[in-house]
């Protein structure tokens, strides 16, 4: 894989790029999240009674975090990335100077990742508003660190996705059938312990479910070395991702 440093400048040049939208772009990253949070968080959440001793509050925040990320992520390598590909033909300039290919898809992977952190940063503050904070300094940490993982991975993902897309409708496809039912079966909005067994592990494959229990725990402050087999899927679903993303779109800007 010929990955170089010139990947920076792809990503500055979608940061540079950024700053003419970032006041629309961070209302929009904040719109599905903070809709989850008030709807199912305090309105639902009044009937619901405590999970684990606490409002129900507490037990959606952690996914309703994780989630933003996703989501946040995956939509600027699916739609972002096609409309650079398609419309805009900037990957074509840019495999014209020095940067190659790999490097402008890992580039727009890092941004992607990197608009997934503000999204997940921006939920922290409003948890923060509303009285919900992570056990501790060092737990934020894990947090952030989390964030990251979860933007490379779904960004890796949106990737591979967009090197087949003819149009975008086929977004679609990955959207309902793919993130919005991980958004139902990964733990985000209720506990899996009442799930028939062979849900239960359907939902430890999906790798959401893996970022929710992380977050859950740093929420709660019972980050330990039990949080290892969850970063360690993470990280190899993400290296694979990453990899298989960055070959197929090479294959479709490379002609």
């Not at 772009?25 to 001793?53: E, H, K, N, W």
């Not at 900037?90 to 190659?100: E, G």
């Not at 991975?153 to 496809?173: E, G, Q, R, V």
């Not at 790798?207 to 899927?233: I, Q």
Request: proline fraction near 5%; charge should be positive.
């Amino acid at each position: 894989m010929n990955l170089s440093y010139r990947l920076y400048y792809v990503f500055l040049r979608n940061l540079t790029s950024y700053k003419r939208f970032v006041l629309p772009t961070l209302i929009v990253s904040l719109g599905q999240p903070l809709f989850y949070l008030i709807t199912f968080g305090i309105g639902m959440g009044a009937y619901m009674g405590y999970f684990g001793g606490k409002p129900y509050l507490y037990f959606l925040v952690p996914g309703v975090l994780v989630s933003s990320v996703m989501l946040s992520s995956s939509f600027e390598c699916l739609y972002g990335t096609f409309v650079k590909i398609v419309h805009e033909h900037l990957y074509d300039s840019l495999i014209a100077t020095p940067v190659s290919a790999e490097d402008a898809v890992a580039g727009d992977i890092a941004w992607g990742a990197f608009r997934g952190l503000i999204s997940g940063v921006l939920m922290l503050i409003v948890a923060g508003c509303m009285g919900i904070f992570p056990a501790s300094i060092a737990n934020v940490l894990v947090l952030l660190v989390l964030m990251v993982f979860i933007g490379i991975l779904f960004s890796s993902l949106a990737m591979i996705i967009t090197s087949m897309a003819p149009h975008f409708d086929f977004f679609n496809y990955y959207t309902e059938l793919f993130l919005t039912p991980m958004l139902f079966f990964s733990g985000v909005f209720f506990p899996l312990d009442h799930f028939p067994g062979w849900m239960k592990v359907f939902a430890q494959v999906l790798p959401l479910t893996h970022a929710v229990e992380v977050s859950r725990a740093a929420f709660a402050g019972e980050v330990s070395m039990k949080l290892a087999p969850h970063f360690l899927y993470l990280i190899l679903v993400e290296i694979a991702a990453f990899c298989i993303g960055v070959k197929m779109m090479k294959k479709r800007v490379v002609k």
